[in-house]
C-alpha cells in the first residue's frame, strides 16, 4: 500500500508565483496552483523594458511582473486549454453579446453624426452679412468723399436685410440627413459657384448615393447610420488593426529626429520597392519573328522571311 502524503504547507504572505520559485519549482498552473484544470506553462513577457529616469528599475522587481506584461500577440496564440486562451475566449464572447445587442437595439439616427459640412448655412449666413457690412461701410465711406463732414450723420449700422433673403433664396440645403452643405441652384450668386438645377436635391453625386444606401440600411437594420457607428469594434480587431498600421520606435531615435527637424511618425511607411532592371527593347514586325517562329532574313521589311 501506498502512503499518502500531505502537501507541504506554503508561508502566507507572498504569491504562490514567488514561493514557486523559491523552492525551484517548474512555474505551471499544474505546479503554483495545486488542484487547478490548466496544465500548460503560464506565458510570460518576451520584450525588454527600457529603464530611464523617468522609469527607473524597481529596487525589488516582483517575479510577477514578467508575466502582467504579455504582449497581445502571444496572448492570442496562447494554447487551447490554458487560463489565457480561455480569458482571451471570454472577452470576444462579452464583446459579441455586446455587439449583437447594438444592432438589436440599433438607433434611428443620431443628429451629432455628420459625414459632410464643408459649407453650411451658418457659412452663408456670415459670407452674406459680412458683404452687406462691406457695401455699407464703402457706402458711407463714399458719401463722405463726396459729400464732406455734412455726411457724418448719414452713417448708420442698419443692414439691408431685403438683400440677405434675396441672395439666400439662391441656395439650398442638401437633402441627405447627414449632410449640412449648402449648394446654390442660381448662377449670380454671391459665392460665383456653377449653380445646380432648381429641382437639385443634393449638393453632390456622393450624397445622393449615399441617400439611397441610408434608405437601404434602415429597411435592412432598421437604422440610417451605418452599422460601424453604433457596434463598437472588439479589442482584438482594434489591436490588430493598430499592429498592421503602427511601428514602435525608441525615443533616442525620435529625439534625434526630431532635433534635425524631422518629425517621427508611428504609422508604417510603405517599403520602397526595388527598381527594375533596365532591359534592352527590341522592336519586332510580327509576333512570329518576336517568338522566333520565323527567321528575319533581310534588313528590308519587304523582303520574305524564312520560316523553320
Same mark, same amino acid.
Given at each position: ?9 506554503? =508561508? ?18 499544474? /505546479? ?32 510577477? !511582473? ?13 494554447? =487551447? ?97 447627414? +449632410?449640412? /452643405? ?20 443634393? +449638393? +453632390?453625386?456622393? +450624397? ?11 429597411? =435592412?437594420?432598421?437604422?440610417y447610420l451605418p452599422v460601424y457607428y453604433y457596434v463598437e469594434q472588439t479589442s482584438e480587431?482594434?489591436?490588430? !488593426? ?57 534588313? /528590308? ?8
Amino acid at each position: 500500500m501506498t502512503k499518502a502524503v500531505a502537501a507541504k504547507p506554503r =508561508k502566507a504572505g507572498r504569491a504562490l508565483i514567488e514561493i514557486a520559485e523559491a523552492e525551484g519549482i517548474t512555474i505551471t498552473y499544474e /505546479n503554483v496552483y495545486p488542484g487547478s484544470v490548466f496544465i500548460e506553462k503560464i506565458l510570460k513577457a518576451r520584450h525588454k523594458p527600457l529603464y530611464s529616469a523617468e522609469f527607473p528599475k524597481s529596487k525589488k522587481p516582483s517575479i510577477l !511582473e514578467p508575466f502582467s506584461n504579455v504582449d497581445d500577440v502571444y496572448l492570442k496564440r496562447a494554447t =487551447k486549454g490554458s487560463l489565457e486562451y480561455d480569458a482571451l475566449q471570454s472577452i470576444k464572447e462579452s464583446e459579441s453579446a455586446e455587439q449583437e445587442k447594438a444592432r438589436e437595439c440599433a438607433p434611428i439616427t443620431d443628429r451629432s453624426y455628420v459625414e459632410r459640412s464643408d459649407f453650411t448655412v451658418q457659412d452663408l449666413y456670415n459670407d452674406i452679412v459680412s458683404l452687406m457690412e462691406w457695401n455699407s461701410i464703402a457706402t458711407y465711406l463714399m458719401r463722405l468723399l463726396i459729400f464732406g463732414n455734412s455726411a457724418l450723420t448719414t452713417y448708420t449700422d442698419c443692414l439691408d436685410w431685403d438683400y440677405y433673403r434675396v441672395e439666400r433664396k439662391k441656395f439650398r440645403n442638401c437633402r441627405y440627413r447627414y +449632410c449640412l /452643405n449648402m449648394f446654390p441652384i442660381e448662377g449670380d450668386n454671391i459665392r460665383g459657384d456653377d449653380a445646380k438645377r432648381s429641382d437639385s436635391r443634393y +449638393c +453632390c453625386e456622393i +450624397c445622393r448615393k449615399s441617400a439611397f444606401d441610408s434608405e437601404e440600411r434602415f429597411k =435592412k437594420h432598421g437604422s440610417y447610420l451605418p452599422v460601424y457607428y453604433y457596434v463598437e469594434q472588439t479589442s482584438e480587431y482594434i489591436g490588430d !488593426e493598430a499592429r498592421l498600421r503602427e511601428v514602435a520606435k525608441s525615443i533616442d531615435v525620435i529625439d534625434s529626429r526630431s532635433v534635425k527637424g524631422n518629425a517621427t511618425s508611428p504609422i508604417k511607411g510603405n517599403r520602397r520597392r526595388k527598381s527594375l532592371e533596365q532591359h534592352e527593347f527590341k522592336p519586332f514586325l510580327t509576333v512570329n519573328i518576336a517568338t522566333g517562329k520565323v527567321e528575319y532574313a533581310s534588313e /528590308n521589311p519587304l523582303m520574305l522571311y524564312r520560316g523553320h
